[in-house]
């Protein structure tokens, strides 16, 4: 019975472990996420669980917890446990003569060392276990921004190229529908042959844009698939059948471009690494210098051992007995190491003022830069306010035009060009805007989640 039960409780806990490995994976291996909708503040989410990118910077994050402890394992005791036991074969010991050597022996010992003063290196060695942890987090928070800006741009470029097959469908079924008109007309005597001819080639030259479009919305939900770390069905061979909820949209964005330079500034965590950086140079110094310094460290231990010369010699007649003590080490000459040291350390430290500089640059220019893409994604959008609408209303007036006999044929088809035009610039101007505004919330050092949430 005994055995039974544990049989029964292997089986339990093997069925419990691959049913937690079957749930811990049905989100991305499943097909129920593709029926959900799903908003940019969903895809962001998604991405932050998910991400491959994110994933490993969390691990070095985690991992830089590492380096961390071992910086400060300088500034702590250390406590150490020897033990030894040694078997020598009694032909190979001299003994004095009316003396004898045991030939077995052994001894062990605890011992804790606590160094006192190093040359500044332990007191370094603390504020560079802070500086460490404050840089990874900070590189951790720049490759999370930048991933979340990556899926944002990526929902933005699936909603464009949906709206281009929904614009492309349209005038294909608005040429289909003129060449029906003149297919019509021709039939009954009242154009030539040329207006029929006309309108095949005009339907024949707007497929290949819908068909452009069908496989950019295709490459564009891929694309955004994989920034959500989904892992796709090997059922599933062209179109991933993704339903995002959200829409382009003009939600106003005010800015002032001096405010932003600083704020990007402050905020960046880019510049926070780089300062990070300086400060843990600047602490290398102060270790590199440590050389020129004497270390003065401090222990105690007990100590356990079979007795050599005290009667009887056995195994188990061992003495024991406390120690305690200072160690003194001044390297007077070390053949220049230690000046080596503080060269290196030094130009290290140029370097990395250099690096924050020429980022702090790099920065205010992408800034800049991003605001000026805004600006003109704004004026673009604006100026396209009402060209639809005109596209329309020349549309009506030249199929008016044409049906009354004063109008051509071409006159349609260059109305119907321009709409389809008008209607293509239009939504890529929506998605000119978002995108340039996602840019320049990231160039400033915005939260992406919150400011995807706030638009």
């Not at 933005?156 to 007309?185: F, G, P, W």
């Not at 704004?378 to 306010?385: A, G, H, N, P």
């Amino acid at each position: 019975m005994k055995k039974i039960k544990i049989i029964l409780s292997l089986a339990l806990i093997c069925f419990a472990a691959k049913w937690n490995a079957v749930a811990q994976s049905a989100g991305t291996n499943s097909t129920a996420w593709i029926s959900q909708p799903l908003s940019l503040l969903n895809c962001l989410n998604f991405a932050l669980q998910q991400n491959a990118t994110i994933l490993k910077a969390k691990n070095d994050l985690e991992a830089s917890h590492g380096v961390v402890v071992q910086t400060r394992a300088v500034a702590l005791p250390q406590l150490t446990a020897t033990g030894q036991y040694k078997y020598t074969d009694p032909n190979a010991i001299e003994n004095f003569p009316g003396t004898s050597q045991p030939n077995q022996n052994w001894n062990a010992g605890v011992q804790l060392v606590q160094s006192i003063y190093e040359g500044g290196k332990m007191v370094a060695a603390i504020r560079a276990a802070g500086a460490t942890k404050q840089q990874a987090l900070a590189q951790y928070q720049t490759s999370v921004a930048d991933t979340l800006l990556s899926v944002r741009l990526a929902y933005y470029d699936t909603l464009l190229a949906a709206q281009q097959i929904t614009v492309h469908e349209a005038s294909v079924n608005l040429l289909q529908k003129e060449l029906e008109d003149q297919q019509n007309r021709f039939n009954a005597g009242t154009v030539p042959k040329f207006n029929e001819l006309r309108a095949e080639v005009a339907v024949a030259n707007e497929r290949p844009n819908l068909i452009q479009a069908k496989n950019n919305y295709r490459i564009a939900k891929n694309n955004l698939s994989n920034l959500l770390g989904y892992n796709l069905p090997r059922e599933i061979w062209e179109d991933v059948p993704l339903n995002l909820s959200d829409a382009l949209d003009t939600a106003p964005f005010e800015v002032n471009l001096p405010d932003a330079i600083q704020q990007a500034l402050a905020k960046r965590s880019e510049l926070l690494a780089l300062r990070k950086t300086e400060e843990l140079q600047q602490l290398n110094i102060t270790s590199a210098k440590s050389g020129y310094k004497p270390n003065l460290s401090v222990f105690a231990g007990y100590g356990w051992g079979n007795a050599q010369f005290t009667a009887p010699v056995t195994l188990d007649h061992d003495i024991s007995g406390w120690n305690a003590g200072a160690q003194l080490q001044w390297d007077i000459f070390d053949g220049l190491l230690t000046h080596g040291k503080v060269t290196q350390a030094k130009a290290l430290y140029d370097k990395s003022k250099n690096d924050l500089t020429d980022q702090s640059r790099q920065i205010e220019l992408e800034v800049r830069t991003a605001y000026s893409g805004f600006i003109e994604a704004k004026e673009v959008l604006d100026s396209q306010e009402k060209v639809q609408e005109e596209a329309d209303e020349a549309l009506r007036e030249a199929k008016a035009r044409a049906d009354a006999g004063t109008g051509t044929q071409l006159d349609v088809l260059d109305s119907e060009t321009a709409l389809t035009q008008a209607r293509t610039t239009q939504i890529q101007a929506l998605h000119d805007y978002d995108t340039a505004r996602a840019k320049l919330q990231r160039a400033i050092g915005e939260d992406m989640v919150e400011a995807a949430t706030a638009k």
